[in-house]
Nanobody
Framework: EVQLVESGGGLVQAGGSLRLSCTLS????????VGWFRQAPGKEHEGLSC????????????????RFTVSTDKDKNTVFLQMDNLKPTDTAVYCWAARPFYYC????????????WGKGTRVAVSS
């Protein structure tokens, strides 16, 4: 059974940092793509970042480019999202999703392209 286990959310002041992590359990595919999304109350899922394992390609939305960094520890099947210079507008539930053999593009990362989802972790940024 594939599971995406997330951790690292919490409350932080504006300008602060958090690191989210997600471990892909039971994911035996040789290659995969993962995406980070967030959903604020009353809004749709917003695609933030993508990382594909075969080529190491990354994608960042304009909202987080220069502030968020995605990385991976392939040996542990774990992916990290380092979030720096957080803003109150970053407050949301952050979700991790994955799809086998998925390659990131330069045009975005889309929720309906993903096969597996984590439960999400809440991030709150106070002003």
């Amino acid at each position: 059974e594939v599971q995406l286990v997330e951790s690292g959310g919490g409350l932080v002041q504006a300008g602060g940092s958090l690191r989210l992590s997600c471990t892909l359990s039971g994911f035996t595919y040789e290659s995969w793509g993962v995406g980070w999304f967030r959903q604020a109350p009353g809004k749709e899922h917003e695609g933030l970042s993508c990382l594909s394992s075969p080529d190491g390609k990354t994608y960042y939305s304009d909202a987080v480019k220069g502030r968020f960094t995605v990385s991976t520890d392939k040996d542990k099947n774990t992916v990290f999202l380092q979030m720096d210079n957080l803003k109150p507008t970053d407050t949301a539930v952050y979700c991790w999703a994955a799809r086998p053999f998925y390659y990131c593009s330069d045009y975005g990362v889309f929720a309906d392209a993903m096969d597996y989802w984590g439960k999400g972790t809440r991030v709150a940024v106070s002003s």
